[in-house]
C-alpha cells in the first residue's frame, strides 16, 4: 500500500504565507508526477500545479508567481510554498501523485487526505 500525507494547512490572514508539504510512503519503486489540487466550497476540484521527475513545472493562471512547487526525490515529498494569499484561495488543498508500486509494471494515481487552508482576516 502507499499513502499521501499533507500537512501545513491553517488560518492565514491576506497577503500572508503558508508551506504546504506532502510525503509518500509504503511499497514505492519510483514516482512521477506529483502535483497540488484544491477544492473550494461549492466548486470542482482544479489543479494548483505539479511538478515531473525531471523538475517541469505547470501551474493554474491563478497562482502563478505567488506560489511555488517543489520537490525532494530522495525523500518522496512534494512542497507547496504559498505568498501573497488571498481569501479566494481559501480550500482544501489535496496532494496528488502517480506511483508505481515495487513488482509492479504501472503508476497508479493516489490522493492524500486533504489540508484545509483558510485565508482571512
Known amino acids: 500500500q502507499v499513502q499521501l500525507v499533507e500537512s501545513g494547512g491553517g488560518l492565514v490572514q491576506p497577503g500572508g504565507s503558508l508551506r504546504l508539504s506532502c510525503a509518500a510512503s509504503?511499497?514505492?519503486?519510483?514516482?512521477?508526477?506529483m502535483g497540488w489540487y484544491r477544492q473550494a466550497p461549492g466548486k470542482q476540484r482544479e489543479l494548483v500545479a505539479t511538478?515531473?521527475?525531471?523538475?517541469?513545472?505547470n501551474y493554474a493562471d491563478s497562482v502563478k508567481d505567488r506560489f511555488t512547487i517543489s520537490r525532494d526525490i530522495a525523500k518522496n515529498t512534494v512542497y507547496l510554498q504559498m505568498n501573497s494569499l488571498k481569501p479566494e484561495d481559501t480550500a482544501v488543498f489535496y496532494c496528488?501523485?502517480?506511483?508505481?508500486?515495487?513488482?509492479?509494471?504501472?503508476?497508479?494515481?493516489?490522493w492524500g487526505q486533504g489540508t484545509l487552508v483558510t485565508v482571512s482576516s
Open positions: 496528488n501523485a502517480k506511483i508505481r508500486r515495487v513488482f509492479t509494471l504501472t503508476y497508479v494515481e493516489v
Open positions: 511538478i515531473t521527475s525531471d523538475g517541469s513545472t
Open positions: 509504503g511499497t514505492i519503486s519510483s514516482i512521477n508526477t
